[in-house]
Each structure stands twice: as C-alpha cells, then as structure tokens.
C-alpha cells in the first residue's frame, strides 16, 4: 500500500540560521510534505475522523515552527518529521524544507529527508 497525503507548498514563517541576521526575526519557509497513510478507511466512511486530516498537520506544523529557533534546516526538518510521526499515525513521511530567501544567488536552499515510524 502506498498512499500518500501530500501537503504542497505550506508557507511558514520561523527564526532558522546560523547567521547573526537570521537570529533577529522570522524568515519565509516552504514545506513540502508527503505521508504515507492508508487512506482506504476514509474513502470507505467519508468520515474526516478516518482520514490523516492535512489541515490538522498544517495547523500544528505552523504552531510548532513559529516556536522554534534552530540554526540548522536540518534539525527542523528532523523535528518536523517526527511530529508528523508520531502525532499524526503516517507510516512514513517525505519532507522537503526550504529557505527561499536564504542567498541572494539561489531559488532556494535546504534539506530533504524521508523518515519511517519505528515498530515499537
Ligand atoms: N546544510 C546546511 N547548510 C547551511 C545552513 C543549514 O541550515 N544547513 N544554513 C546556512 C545559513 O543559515 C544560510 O541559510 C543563510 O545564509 C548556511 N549553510
């Protein structure tokens, strides 16, 4: 099975760099977001309470970003990941986080990881 609820372009906002001027105020980010979850149950019920809700993962993503103040993408990204993990119940999740504005002479810079849920 391979089902994936996306979440593409989510604009956010958060205080990320390891530059002087990035500690000073928030700076744009965009998150691309794939989560593998079966989605056969809420096709079956048409019910939101069966399905990975995306604006739920949107609203808390953005709740949780604006709180942060990491220097690295990565740790972000990393922080991000398992929140969806672990609050959400998605299998894996793919998820691409980048800094449009971080160089003048780049579209955009940053990381892109895939993490699984671990068996407990
Ligand atoms: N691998 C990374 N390299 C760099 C990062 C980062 O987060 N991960 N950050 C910076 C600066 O903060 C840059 O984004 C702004 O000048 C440089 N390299």
Redesign the pocket.
């Known amino acids: 099975m391979t089902d994936v609820v996306f979440i593409e372009g989510l604009c956010l906002d958060a205080v ?4 002087a001027h ?1 500690r000073l105020a928030p700076q744009p980010l965009r998150l691309d977001i794939r989560m593998q979850f079966d989605t056969r149950r809420a096709a079956a019920s048409d019910a939101l309470s069966d399905a990975l809700d995306y604006d739920a993962v949107a609203r808390r993503l953005a709740e949780y970003v604006a709180s942060t103040r990491f ?4 740790t972000l990204a990393e922080r991000c990941a398992a929140l969806i993990l672990d609050e959400f119940g998605a299998e894996r999740v793919q998820l691409r986080l980048a ?1 449009p504005t ?2 003048k002479s780049a579209a955009a ?1 940053g ?1 892109e990881i895939a993490r699984a849920r671990r068996s407990s």
């Open positions: 990320i760099g390891v530059h990035e220097a690295l993408v990565e800094k971080a160089l810079v990381v």
